[in-house]
């Protein structure tokens, strides 16, 4: 199985700040790599996806990049709708997701 | 627009089965490969299983593989989770997700439903 490891575990961000988000895959996922944003009592949302393709409707604030083991979710600058849990998912060999990584006002 | 909606949730004592629903409208079901995506109470999103838009192909987590079930009725717009031999490490709230795109699918999921609570205690 392919492990997926997010860092931090907790990122405490003003509106208006950068923020960036790891995500290391045990093994190579080619570009086989999605976001999620997650916020309480709601459903995911899908962010990005192959690595750095944004999804319908999503912000040009939110960016994807990286490939191979090293994927990185940018938000250019964070607004207020953004404070949520953020999860990256691999789709190379079954489907598995990080722990996630909060996004929390400072 | 595009609506997921899941249904059979509960409170079931170990071993028991339970059979869970998502209910979907504002697309063409059956152009769709469908999931099922759970989340623990505390702890992040785990995949459960995945049916192809025909119902052909079917695939599973390691941890459900044997006990839990995905299919599929085409003219009724839903997909199902029969779920067995329930274990205390199955509560979660399970979620219904679409696939991205429509026939060859993508492994990423979008939109969900909002979730269906399963509880296993005695």
């Known amino acids: 199985e392919i492990v997926l490891t997010q860092s931090p575990a907790t990122l405490s961000l003003s509106p208006g700040e950068r923020a960036t988000l790891s995500c290391r895959a045990s093994?190579?996922?080619?570009?086989?790599l999605a976001w999620y944003q997650h916020k309480p009592g709601q459903a995911p949302r899908l962010l990005i996806y192959?690595?750095?393709n944004r999804a319908t409707g999503i912000p040009a604030r939110f960016s994807g990049s990286g490939s191979g083991t090293d994927f990185t979710l940018t938000i250019s600058s964070v607004e207020p709708e953004d404070f949520a849990v953020y999860y990256c998912q691999q789709g190379s060999n079954s489907l598995t997701f990080g722990g996630g990584t909060k996004v929390e006002i400072k | 627009q595009v609506q997921l909606v899941e249904s059979g949730g509960g409170v079931v004592q170990p071993g028991r089965s339970l059979r869970l629903s998502c209910a979907a409208s504002?697309?063409?079901?059956?152009?769709?490969?469908m999931h099922w995506v759970r989340q623990a109470p505390g702890k992040g999103l785990e995949w459960v299983a995945i049916?192809?838009?025909?119902?052909?192909?079917?695939y599973y987590a390691d941890s459900v593989k044997g006990r839990l079930t995905i299919s599929r009725d085409n003219s009724k717009n839903t997909v199902y989770l029969q779920m067995s031999s329930l274990r205390a490490e199955d509560t979660a709230l399970y979620y219904c997700?679409?696939?991205?795109?429509?026939?060859?699918?993508?492994?990423?999921?979008?939109?969900w439903g909002q979730g269906t609570l399963v509880t296993v205690s005695s």
């Open positions: 093994q190579s996922v080619r570009s086989y």
């Open positions: 504002g697309f063409t079901f059956s152009s769709y490969a």
């Open positions: 049916i192809s838009y025909d119902g052909s192909n079917k």
């Open positions: 192959d690595a750095s």
């Open positions: 997700a679409r696939d991205y795109r429509a026939v060859a699918g993508t492994n990423w999921f979008d939109p």
